[in-house]
Every structure is written in structure tokens, then in C-alpha cells.
């Protein structure tokens, strides 16, 4: 959470600074700010609420040009989300500004001594004891990387810093600990950010930055150490996404965009994974077949619609693998002693790769010597980087903070990863997997059509608008199908919507049912005809009881077509594969519900796009 952006260089770095947070205010918007060197000292201006309010404010009261300058778009911890508690935060001679990710765990000790020594703090937050503590620091050295150094090395938690101050004009020091922070090199100026989205319109030469490294931009020389002062080891890296993927392009919101993108994303994930012949390759698969044949069960780690990816994989990868296969929310997965050792395959997936209940469980999994492989969809971040293996989606940068396309782009993943266990387990032939692929390679063109049919989605979203509650049902991979439908809604247009595997229904759901409320229901394919037909059965159970029944059920099955108020079709699919299709019609339908209810889809309240706390 949060977003961070610095720069020094030779452009006006209100400017920088500014276009940068726009495209980091995805991390969260509870308020935002910015901090100039200017003259020896500190100008800053910071505001409760959008950027759009920080934009008021700069427009009231201009701030003086400089070229070195930080900000900051807050998703608040420590402190309400008001003027007083938003970032930058400076210390009592207002020439050190501290911009901040992340919770300091330990700050309650060290801002009482600091108070005792005669600091006082104006806000309520961990990040302004920081520059308290910096300006300590500062009494002993000109050196304004070795007292952030310093700093760090008394600070317990996670954090990113990045700091500017009065008394050093040309020069950006920032320090990471179990958060992002990655630099932009330019030529003669330099950036650092939270990540590549916000300098990419000026440099897409990037430097990954390790655990606990403190870096030092100056127009012309970007300087990496570790907490101890020591030279520490990057990787640069190039990022090779076009800014217009970052755009709008013409749509109102983000995530319809990206609802659109995911054709192209399924594509894309799926390209180039065989080699010359034919077998199957995963990019970043640092770990060995051997050590991959010698794993006997999968546990597979997420949380929110990540963890509902992670549902679907379980079906097919013990379908397709018979290795025993569990799926645990992340934020639980470290409490409960789980059984883990150097024969578990821990698959973690995250679109950010910044999550940090994902990283804490990955830590974990590692000290009891499981494998972690990560399914992730943002190069350079930390979980691929803490991980043994990576498989990369391709889905482009996901803004919209509710996920769309990064999800059905890690349901193929996992897909790829079942595949691939199967081949090199020898349990599938050459030829089965080649089916299932070629299989894989027709989704686009099937999640295309649903796109293209989904008009009369919109239409019920307007009809529906005024419900108050709304149940999903499926069974097999269309329960997970149903928890993503129920939680777009929630996140989206703060409705009651709650999925269920159908067949829980009549151990207690069913209660919920009463005359008119809209229940969703995800129809398996005709291949499973066993489950096909008890879905069936819960459609007519809920509504005998007055439920109005939306039915997702692929073309040509008329089965369901008297108990259907509403039918929503969606394109033959083999069974496995059907949340591809399944998932975005109700993508859609919460976007645009929301949309009708007049809420800001891309920025729900209380939500941010990287959950960087755990
Ligand atoms: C829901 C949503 C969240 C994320 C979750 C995990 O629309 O976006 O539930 O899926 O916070 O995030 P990642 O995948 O970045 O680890």
C-alpha cells in the first residue's frame, strides 16, 4: 500500500512527481503529498483524500520549482486518513522530509524517547518519528545515506523511506525492508518509486533493489548499499510494457479495460511455453525435474482473488497430477503449524508480488525447506524474488484495484503448471497435453465472444441495481467461479453477495433466499453430468423459494432453460477450463452495477491494489 515516488534531475520535479503518484494512486488514496528541496530547506504541500485534492491545494497555494522532489499516495495505517497524518512528514527544523510504505513495528518505544529527548510529533504517524529520528542523526554526519542507514538499522518491521532534505540539493535517498522500492535510470536524472508505472514515461531502465539496501540517486549516479554501508548487489532490468497499458485507452474505468485486455492476456500467458519439441517449458523454472518429481503434496497460498485462482488450480493439477493438492489463504497459513517439508511444493500466486501475507507465508514455507514456486504477474518484485521458481502471467500492468485480468491469467498458470508437473511426472502423455493446450490456445477466442455478447449483462446490472443482496452458486471449478463473482460485487458496489458451493446450499445458505433476491448460478458443463445434474436440482430448490435465478450455462444445454429468469450463455469449453468464460460475465456485471450506483470502480473505498501489511 501506499505509493512512492522521488526524483532529482533537470525536469521540474513537481511535475515528475505528480504524474508519477497519478499512476500510483492505484496503492491507495487516502491522501497524498509532495516535498521540494528549494533554497536550503524543505517546500511541501499535502492533503486528506485524492490527488485531485492535492492538485486543489498545489493549484491555491503553488509550491517554488526545484528539481529534486518526493511524494507520496497514502492507504492509511498508522493515524486517520486526514491533512495532518498524510505524507510527507518533517522534523522539527523542516528541512528533512520522510515519504513512507509499510508499518515500523517498534516505533512506540523509540518515539517515547524521542519525545522524552524534546521532540514533539504533530501527527499520529510511525513516519514522521522517522524524520524526528533522522534529524538525531544528522547532528552527527553531513552524510544523509548514512543516517538513513543509520535509521534503519534501529527499525524493526517494513518500510520503504524515501527522503529529501533541505541541507543536500541533488540528491534522493530511499531504503526498503519487506516493501517495494525500485529505481528509474535516466540520463542525468534518476528516479525511485514504489514501481516502474510511475517513471516509465521518462526511462524504462529499472534496477530491482535487494532486501534491506539503501540507495542514493543524484542526477548522475545512482549508489546501492546495504544497512551496513557495504556495495550491494542489483539487477537491472528493462521493462519492456508500453505506457498506454497504463492508460485508459478511451475507457471510462481501468478495470473495463482490462476486462477487455483479457483475451490478449490469456494469449499472451500462454505463448512460447513449448520448446522445438514440443514439450512444455516454464520461464523462470529455477527448479530441477528431479527435485520437482521428488514432491509429494502442493500447497497452494494466496489471498482474495489470488486464493480463488488458487481454487481452481486444486481441481485441475490433482486431476491432472494426482499429487495432493491444498489451497490456504496466506494470511492463515503460517498460524496454524502447518505440515511442510523439503518434499512440499509450496505454489504461491500473487498479481503484484508485493502482498504481504503472500511474502510472510513464502518465508515461512522456506525456513521449513518447502520449494516455493510463484505464479506472479509483476516482474521485478519481491515474491518472484524470494521465490525458487517463477511463472510469470502476462497479463500487462493491472490499475483497476479490483483484479480481473490478472486472475484469469493466473487461472492459466496454473493450468501450465498442472501440465507441466503431469509431463515431467510422466503421467500425461505428449499427446494428452498437446490436447489440453490446444485447447487452452481456442479460450481467447471464447472469452472474445462472451466480451462480445455481454451486453445484456449491462442490461441486468441497470435492472438489478436497486437488490440489496445477492447469492453465486457452483459447484466443482464453478464454485470458485461463484466467490469471485460474489466478491467483485462486494468490493465494487458494497452490496451483500455471498458465493457457495451449490451443494452447501441446503446446510444453512438457503435461508437467504427469499422472494426476488438475485442468486447466480454457474451451470457445469454437460461432460460432468453427475454434478451437472445436482446443480440442476439447487437451481429448482432456490427458486421454488422466490429466488430469481441468473443461470451461466454454455450454448446448446436447454436443460436449465425453464428454471432460467435469466440465461446468460457462454461458449462450449471443456469442463476444467470453463472459468475462463464462467468469470468474466460477472466481471462485467459488477462493474457495471457499480457504474450504475454511481461508485468509483477503480478505487472502491477502503481497498488498495498492493496489500504491502499483513
Ligand atoms: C480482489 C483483489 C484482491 C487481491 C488480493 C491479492 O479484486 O484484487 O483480493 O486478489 O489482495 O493480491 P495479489 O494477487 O496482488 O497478491
Known amino acids: 500500500m501506499c505509493g512512492i515516488v522521488g526524483y532529482v534531475g533537470v525536469r521540474s520535479g513537481l511535475e515528475v512527481v505528480m504524474s508519477g503518484l497519478r499512476r500510483l494512486e492505484y496503492r491507495g488514496y487516502d491522501s497524498g503529498g509532495v516535498a521540494l528541496v528549494y533554497e536550503g530547506r524543505i517546500a511541501s504541500a499535502k492533503k486528506a483524500g485524492k490527488l485531485a485534492n492535492l492538485d486543489r491545494e498545489l493549484a491555491l497555494h503553488p509550491l517554488p520549482d526545484s528539481s529534486t522532489a518526493i511524494g507520496h499516495t497514502r492507504w492509511a495505517t498508522h493515524g486517520a486518513p486526514n491533512d495532518r497524518n498524510a505524507h510527507p512528514h518533517l522534523d522539527s527544523s523542516g528541512s528533512i522530509a520522510v515519504v513512507h510504505n509499510g508499518i515500523i513495528e517498534n516505533i512506540a518505544e523509540i518515539r517515547a524517547n524521542l519525545e522524552a529527548a524534546g521532540h514533539e510529533m504533530v501527527s499520529e504517524t510511525d513516519t514522521e518519528t522517522v524524520a524526528h529520528l533522522l534529524h538525531e542523526e544528522l547532528k552527527g554526519t553531513h552524510d544523509l545515506a548514512e543516517a538513513v542507514r543509520s535509521v534503519c538499522r534501529q527499525l524493526e518491521g517494513a518500510f520503504t523511506l524515501v527522503i529529501a532534505s533541505g541541507r543536500h540539493p541533488d540528491l534522493v535517498v530511499g531504503a526498503r525492508r519487506n516493501s517495494p522500492l525500485v529505481v528509474g535510470r535516466g540520463k542525468g536524472e534518476n528516479f525511485l518509486a514504489s514501481d516502474v508505472s510511475a517513471f516509465i514515461e521518462y526511462t524504462r531502465d529499472a534496477i530491482e533493489l535487494g532486501q534491506d539496501q539503501v540507495v542514493s540517486i ?218 489440453i493446450m490446444t485447447d487452452l490456445e481456442t479460450m481467447p477466442a471464447a472469452i472474445q465472444r462472451v466480451l462480445d455478447e455481454s451486453e445484456p449483462v449491462r442490461q441486468l446490472a441497470k435492472e438489478l441495481a436497486g437488490s440489496k443482496s445477492f447469492l453465486f452458486l457452483g459447484r466443482h471449478v464453478g464454485y470458485p467461479v461463484a466467490l469471485e463473482g460474489a466478491l467483485k460485487l462486494k468490493e465494487l458496489a458494497y452490496l451483500h453477495a455471498e458465493g457457495f458451493a451449490a451443494g452447501e446450499l441446503k446446510h444453512g445458505p438457503i435461508a437467504l433466499v427469499e422472494e426476488g433476491v438475485p442468486v447466480f448460478i454457474v451451470v457445469p458443463p454437460r461432460g460432468r453430468d453427475q454434478v451437472h445434474e445436482k446443480v440442476l436440482s439447487n437451481i429448482q430448490e432456490v427458486r421454488a423459494r422466490g429466488a430469481r435465478t441468473i443461470v451461466l450455462v454454455e450454448d446448446g444445454d436447454d436443460s436449465v432453460v425453464p428454471y432460467a429468469d435469466e440465461l446468460i450463455r457462454l461458449p462450449k469449453v471443456p469442463t476444467l477450463l470453463q472459468p475462463l468464460v464462467a468469470t468474466v460475465p460477472l466481471q462485467i456485471f459488477a462493474c457495471a452495477l457499480a457504474t450504475e450506483m454511481g461508485h468509483d470502480v477503480d478505487q472502491p473505498r477502503n481497498l488498495a491494489k498492493s496489500v504491502t501489511v499483513e
Not at 542526477?219 to 548487489?233: L, R, S
Not at 496454524?336 to 502482498?355: A, F, K, M, Y
Open 218 to 435: 543524484t542526477p548522475d549516479e545512482i549508489v546501492v548499499t546495504d544497512f551496513f554501508g557495504n556495495p550491494a548487489e542489483t539487477k537491472d532490468y528493462y521493462v519492456d510494457w508500453d505506457i498506454s497499458a497504463a492508460e485508459k485507452g478511451g475507457y471510462d474505468w481501468f478495470m473495463l479495460k482490462e476486462i477487455d485486455e483479457q483475451p490478449q492476456d490469456v494469449a499472451d500467458t500462454l505463448l512460447g511455453r513449448h520448446d522445438a519439441s514440443g514439450a512444455l517449458q516454464l520461464d523462470e523454472m529455477r527448479l530441477s525435474d528431479d527435485e520437482l518429481r521428488e514432491i509429494d503434496k502442493i500447497i497452494v497460498i494466496a489471498c482474495g482473488t489470488s486464493f480463488y485462482a488458487g481454487l481452481v488450480a486444486k481441481y485441475a493439477i490433482e486431476h491432472w497430477t494426482r499429487i495432493p493438492c491444498e489451497v490456504e489463504l496466506a494470511s492463515e497459513f503460517r498460524y496454524r503449524d502447518p505440515i511442510v517439508d523439503r518434499s512440499t511444493l509450496v505454489v504461491t500466486i500473487s498479481q503484484s508480488g508485493e502482498t504481504m501475507d503472500t511474502l510472510m507465508a513464502i518465508r515461512y514455507a522456506r525456513q521449513q525447506r518447502a520449494k516455493v514456486l510463484s505464479i506472479c504477474n509483476t516482474n521485478g518484485s519481491t515474491i518472484p524474488r524470494e521465490s525458487d521458481a517463477v511463472l510469470y502471467t502476462h497479463a500487462g500492468p493491472e490499475i483497476a484495484v479490483a483484479s480481473t485480468k490478472g486472475f484469469l491469467a493466473q487461472v492459466v498458470a496454473c493450468y501450465l503448471l498442472g501440465l507441466y508437473l503431469a509431463q515431467i511426472r510422466g503421467l500425461k502423455y505428449g499427446d494428452e497435453i498437446s490436447r
